[in-house]
């Protein structure tokens, strides 16, 4: 007699629209300093996208600013994440901006152990350009495999909200045209 069949894990995961896109876009390329984009990895060696998080990382108050900015520009998006998952008040560890055109992606990565990342598509065109990929921290049953889930359906503005240890990539951009995300850890 069978007597289960659900699943044996979980992997709560978040895909929301931002509310008032428009307003909220143009706050956040407000915030976005292309000087301070480089192509040095968190590691200081060579990196495969452009991205502020090295210069986050050397200015903290700089760094506590934009986190603070940011809560304010997600706050509703933030609270109907709380919301969805059930999750206590939560704050902004760091934050930074990538962006990447013709030839650039993001390795295969996660963000550490404890909490959430979000990425937000803050320039991003679904005729050319690809969302982030997440793979699962468990291999297929059945072939040994690769799981592997692409968000369907990603349009500019939308923040997806992930679990931090959670490897994720992109894939190369065929495009000059920029694909731009703000990406931060949550404190939960």
Known sequence: MLVNTNPLFYVPFCHIQTNDWEYKKEELLKILNEDNLLNTGSNGNKDTIRSDFGYQATNPSKAGMHNRKLAKIFEQEINEFRQALNISPCTIRNSWFERGVQGE????????????????????????????????????????????????????????????????STEPSNSDIPRTIVSFNLNI
Do not use: R
Request: charged residues 10%; proline residues 8%; glycine residues 6%.
């Open 105 to 168: 992606y993001h390795t295969v990565h996660n963000h550490g152990s404890v909490g959430y990342s979000v990425v937000c598509y803050v320039e991003y065109d679904e005729k050319v350009h690809t969302p982030t990929i997440f793979y699962a921290p468990f291999l297929n049953f059945i072939n040994g495999d690769m799981n592997v889930t692409i968000p369907q359906e990603i349009v500019e503005g939308d923040i997806i909200f992930f679990p931090s240890a959670i490897p994720h």
